[in-house]
C-alpha cells in the first residue's frame, strides 16, 4: 500500500513536459477498454470512450467489461504512467449508466510478473464498480515461473494452467489460458489438456446458449508473422461448432478489431497501458512511442475516439499483407 | 558445476590449439579464436541471428528493446531469465555443435549459434 502510494506521487511529479492531465487525455485515443452488452445471444461492444452514447441495457440483459494489458511495471516513453492510464479505464468503467455484472481482464496485468505489479493493479481494481473480476494470463504474467504465481493470485478454482468456465444470466463464458508452454517459431498455445477440457465443458450445454470465449492471445490469426495468432486455435472453435452465438474476446495486440466468421465474433481489446502499430506496419510490434509534439497535437482533438469509433472496426485477412 | 566443466573444457581446446599450433600454425590461424561475442535484441530480432564462434567463446545477448524478451535454447542447453531493457545474458559454449535458440515470450523471434 505505502509502496503504491509513494509509486503515484513520483508519477504525478514526473515531468516530461506534458502534464499528467493532458497525457492521460491524449491516451484515450488508444482506447482503454471495451464495454459489452449482451441482449438475445447477440453481443455487441463498445469502446469505453462512447460511453455518454450508451444506454443502461434492458431487463435480462447483461453487461459487463473487458479490459487488458494493464503492464503494471511498464515505465518507457510509449507510456511512463501505466497506473495514471489504468486508473483513467477505471473512472471510465464507474461512470457507465448502469453498472456491469462484472469485469474480464483479458492478461498482462502486470508487465514483468512482479508480485508489486500485480499488488498495484488488484489495489486499482478495489475501486472499480463491478466487484468480481474475472482474469487469464497474458504472457507477461507468467515470466520464469510457468505461471505459478500468477495461479496462486487468480488461479482459485480452474484447471490445469488456469482455464475455467462459469454462467451469467444464460451465457457460459470459457476462460482459455494460451500463453504457456510456447514453442521457438510458434504462436500461442492451448494444447492437448485444455482442448480436451472444453470439449467436456461444453458438452452438456443447449445449442442455444450464448458462448463468451476469453483469452490474451487472439483465437484468430490477426498477423503470425508477428506471433499475433494462436496454433490451435481452430480444434477450439471446432468444438464449439453447434453454438448459434460465439463471441471470442481477447487482448495482446494493443488494439481493437473485429472481425465476424460465421457464427463466430472476434474482438481485440485495446490496452491501458501502450498502443501497438497496426498489423505489418512497422518493424516490429514493440510499443507505439507517440512524440511529445505529436502528443500535443492530439491534445486538441478530444474526439478522436468518437470520430475512430465510426468506422468500421472489421478486418480482413487479405489486407493484412 | 556447469561453469567449472565448461573451463577444463576451455583449457583442452587452449592446450589442443598449442599443440596444433606448433605442429601446423596455419591451421590454426584459420580457426575463429574463442572470445567475447554480441547478440543485440533489437525490435524484436536477435542481431546476427546466426553467429559462428569458436568452442570455449562466451556469448552476450544484451536487450535493446522496451519490451522484455528471454533467450532460450530450444533443446535446454540454456535458459536466461526474462530480460528487461539493457538487461544482459551470457552463456560460454563449452561443445560443438548448432544451438538454436528463441524468445519464449514472443516465440517468433528465434536464431541459432554455431559452435566450431
Redesign the interface.
Known amino acids: 500500500m505505502s509502496e503504491h502510494g509513494t509509486n503515484e506521487l513520483r508519477l504525478e511529479h514526473h515531468d516530461d513536459g506534458v502534464d499528467r492531465r493532458g497525457f492521460l487525455k491524449c491516451m484515450a485515443w488508444a482506447g482503454t477498454g471495451a464495454f459489452f452488452l449482451m441482449e438475445g445471444g447477440v453481443l455487441k461492444s463498445y469502446s469505453l470512450g462512447r460511453m455518454p452514447r450508451l444506454e443502461a441495457p434492458s431487463a435480462g440483459g447483461l453487461s459487463f467489461v473487458q479490459i487488458s494489458d494493464s503492464h503494471m511495471g511498464f515505465n518507457k516513453a510509449a507510456n511512463p504512467d501505466v497506473v495514471g492510464t489504468l486508473r483513467a479505464a477505471i473512472d471510465k468503467i464507474n461512470a457507465l449508466p448502469a453498472r456491469p455484472e462484472f469485469m474480464l481482464h483479458t492478461g498482462d496485468i502486470s508487465h514483468l510478473s512482479r508480485p508489486e505489479e500485480f499488488d498495484t493493479v488488484d489495489q486499482i481494481l478495489k475501486s472499480a464498480s463491478p466487484t468480481d473480476v474475472f482474469f487469464v494470463p497474458g504472457e507477461h504474467d507468467v515470466l520464469d515461473d510457468d505461471g505459478r504465481q500468477y495461479l496462486d493470485r487468480y488461479g482459485k478454482g480452474t484447471k490445469g494452467g488456469g482455464w475455467y468456465s462459469f454462467d451469467a444470466k444464460g451465457v457460459h463464458f470459457i476462460g482459455l489460458v494460451n500463453v504457456l508452454n510456447l514453442k521457438a517459431g510458434g504462436l500461442g498455445t492451448l494444447g492437448p489438456e485444455q482442448l480436451a477440457w472444453l470439449q467436456d465443458d461444453v458438452k452438456h450445454l443447449k445449442h442455444s446458449t450464448p458462448i463468451v470465449v476469453f483469452a490474451h492471445i487472439p483465437l484468430w490469426s490477426v498477423y503470425p508473422q508477428w506471433g499475433w495468432g494462436t496454433e490451435d486455435s481452430a480444434q477450439a472453435l471446432a468444438a464449439l461448432k453447434k453454438f448459434g452465438s460465439v463471441s471470442v474476446l481477447n487482448g495482446h495486440i494493443h488494439q481493437t478489431m473485429q472481425k465476424v466468421e460465421g457464427h463466430v465474433t472476434f474482438h481485440t481489446a485495446a490496452s491501458t497501458a501502450f498502443p501497438q502499430p497496426q498489423p505489418g506496419t512497422a518493424d516490429s510490434p514493440g510499443p507505439m512511442k507517440v512524440p511529445a509534439d505529436r502528443l500535443k497535437q492530439v491534445l486538441g482533438i478530444t474526439d478522436v475516439t468518437y470520430l475512430r469509433g465510426t468506422h468500421p472496426l472489421a478486418i480482413v485477412d487479405s489486407s493484412l499483407a | 558445476m556447469k561453469s567449472k566443466a565448461s573451463t577444463y573444457v576451455f583449457l583442452g581446446a587452449a592446450i589442443a590449439l598449442s599443440c596444433l599450433a606448433r605442429a601446423a600454425a596455419v591451421t590454426v590461424s584459420a580457426q575463429p579464436a574463442p572470445a567475447a561475442r554480441e547478440i543485440k535484441i533489437d525490435?524484436?530480432?536477435f542481431g546476427p541471428s546466426e553467429l559462428t564462434v569458436a568452442v570455449g567463446s562466451t556469448v552476450m545477448w544484451a536487450n535493446r528493446?522496451?519490451?522484455?524478451h528471454?533467450v532460450?535454447s530450444?533443446d535446454k542447453a540454456f535458459k536466461s531469465?526474462?530480460l528487461?531493457?539493457d538487461e544482459k545474458f551470457s552463456f560460454t559454449f563449452s561443445t560443438r555443435g548448432t544451438f538454436?535458440?528463441?524468445c519464449?515470450?514472443?516465440?517468433?523471434m528465434?536464431g541459432k549459434v554455431v559452435v566450431q
Not at chain 2, 528493446?65 to 522484455?68: Q, T
Not at chain 2, 519464449?104 to 517468433?108: A, E, M, Q, T, V
Open positions: 525490435n524484436f530480432t528493446d522496451d519490451i522484455p528471454t532460450v530450444t531469465k526474462v528487461d531493457t538454436p535458440y528463441f519464449s515470450i514472443h516465440p517468433k528465434t
